[in-house]
Nanobody, 125 residues
Framework: QVQLVESGGGLVQAGGSLKLSCAASGHIFSSSAMGWFRQAPGKEREIVAG????????YYTDAVKGRFTISRDNAENTVYLQMNSLKPEDTAVYYCAATRGSRYVSTRLNEYAYWGQGTQVTVSS
């Protein structure tokens, strides 16, 4: 069984920064591509960023390119999301997710088998 626990969310002013962390338990972490998703009130959950299991390749949705950076530490079973130049439209619950042993990043929610409980990010204007 894989458990994912996010941390690092909070309230920040526009232009500020936050760093989210996702700690994984279970042996699947290092063999799985990981993703960060977000869901704003009244909107569908969407992918924000993804990283291959080696960390050698990343994906970003257009809205966050140049502002967010995803990274991972396989020795620590942790994936991170550094968020800079935050905007009010980044306000959402952010979720960490793991594929079931897939090497590659997927943008499709149903490719991710394991999900964290979410952490709230609120950006004030």
């Amino acid at each position: 069984q894989v458990q994912l626990v996010e941390s690092g969310g909070g309230l920040v002013q526009a232009g500020g920064s936050l760093k989210l962390s996702c700690a994984a338990s279970g042996h699947i972490f290092s063999s799985s591509a990981m993703g960060w998703f977000r869901q704003a009130p009244g909107k569908e959950r969407e992918i924000v960023a993804g990283i291959t299991r080696s960390g050698g390749s990343t994906y970003y949705t257009d809205a966050v390119k140049g502002r967010f950076t995803i990274s991972r530490d396989n020795a620590e079973n942790t994936v991170y999301l550094q968020m800079n130049s935050l905007k009010p439209e980044d306000t959402a619950v952010y979720y960490c997710a793991a594929t079931r042993g897939s090497r590659y990043v997927s943008t499709r929610l149903n490719e991710y088998a394991y999900w964290g409980q979410g952490t709230q990010v609120t950006v004030s204007s």
